[in-house]
Every structure is written in structure tokens, then in C-alpha cells.
């Protein structure tokens, strides 16, 4: 499958969405949390604590709703800053009481109106990126969809990241690059290719860990096998003292661009 057709896959209306996936994997247990306790709530952040297999998890997911009237009431799944804060409250408040942290992310990336930058955007990722990664209990994050910039990393400073497989996750959309590139939106394929936005380009670049394969019409038995894989990580990462964990964590980062791929058109990947 081409790059551009996976994109298309990632934003398709009828994808399963980060409350499908709250709803599937704590089964009815999950508490909705609201506010930032400084301005707002947003919607398109939903977050709370439910219980996964026993196990008390504070799950946050970037919520792009199912229909017109939730989309709009969710932003499009675009977080305001007062998201990004109700978020990381949550993930204070999970490392308190020294739960996980799953977090579901489905963005085309933080949302860029006025009055967000007039209420600190930049500052509320930054402090995301700063405070997930010494917070002192494990992380997962899960791309279920599109991951766009910073909005997306904003949930992604984990001990793991994992991607479905037609799940895209890059620092600009393809029309973005395809604007500063060539001066033309319509070249989105090209740049899509360029980007290496896909779970198979970042799993070989070690940008990911894991690729799950999409669900068929029948999800029961996917949610199922999901809920097994987060259960076996979360339990090997609460078996690691505060040490261990936040070494992981740092080691996982640090690694990037040990190894440099260097890639032509032609997809062919070269070591240098």
C-alpha cells in the first residue's frame, strides 16, 4: 500500500476513534475526568481512569468524534491548550497514585487558532514533553490514527510507542510538505513518500516498537488481543523500579539518529 493511501486510511470517517477504544478496553469501568483546573475543558481531549484487566490505568485519547455534531464539539480531535493541561494533570495525578499511563492519539495536530496561542499552545507541549519524560510510572502510547506534529508528540514521550498499521505519524501533514516543497498541495502522494510517516518506515527507523494490525469488521477479537499485548507491557514495566523505568525511557530517546538512513526516491534505504 502506498504511503498517500495509508494517510487516507488514517483519516477515514468511519475509523475507530480513541473512545471505541477506552469503551473496548476497560469495559464499562471507565471515570471521564474534566478541566485543566486553570481555564477550560476541552473535548478533544478525553481522559480518566478505568481499569484494563484488573489494572487501574489512567488512559487520555485525542477524541475526534464520529459524526458532524461531535466533531465539531471535539475540535476535529485539534487539542487547545487546556487539553494538553487537563492531560497532564491526569498523568500527574496517575503518578501520585502509581497507576500507567495509556494514551490513544488520532490528531492532525494541536489546534493553531489565535486565541490557543494567546493561551500558551507551545508552552502547554513543551511541558508535556519535559514532565512525561521523568514521570515516574510506565507509558504507553498508542497511534490510532493520524499523529501530527506536536499535538501528537505531546502524548508520545513513552517507554513505548505503538502504531496501527495504517497509522501515520509526522512532524507536518503531506499537504504541508507538499506547500513548502513544491509550492502545490496536490503533490501530497510525493511528499507522503518523503515524509516516511508509516508504521513500517518508523518501526525501521526504531521510531516505534510495535505495529498492530488493523482491525477487521469484527473488532472483538482485536480489542481482545490489544488488551493481552497492553497488559503483558504494562506488567513488565510496573516490575521496574522508578530507575530502571525513567533510564528506559531516557535510553529510548536518546537513541534516535544513532544510525542515519538515507533515502531516495527510489525507497531504497542506504546506511551511512
Known sequence: MRAVDRVMSARASNRLTASDYINALTEGTFLE?????????????????GMIDGIPVTVIGLEKGKNTQERVARNFGSAHPEGYRKALRLMKQAEKFHRPVLCLIDTSGAFCGIGAEERGQGQAIAENLMEMMTLK?????????????????ALAVANEVWMLENAVYSVISPEGCASILWKNADKMAEASECLRLTSHDLLTMEVIEKIIPEPEEDSTAFFAT???????????????STEELLEQRYNRFRKYGQTVKIYSFDETPKES
Open 137 to 153: 510510572t510506565p507509558i504507553l502510547s498508542v497511534l490510532i490514527g493520524e499523529g501530527g506534529s506536536g499535538g501528537a508528540l
Open 226 to 240: 490489544l488488551k493481552t499485548q497492553i497488559v503483558d507491557m504494562l506488567r513488565n514495566y510496573n516490575a521496574m
Open 33 to 49: 475526568f474534566h478541566g485543566d483546573r486553570r481555564y477550560a475543558d476541552d473535548r478533544a481531549v478525553k481522559g480518566g481512569l
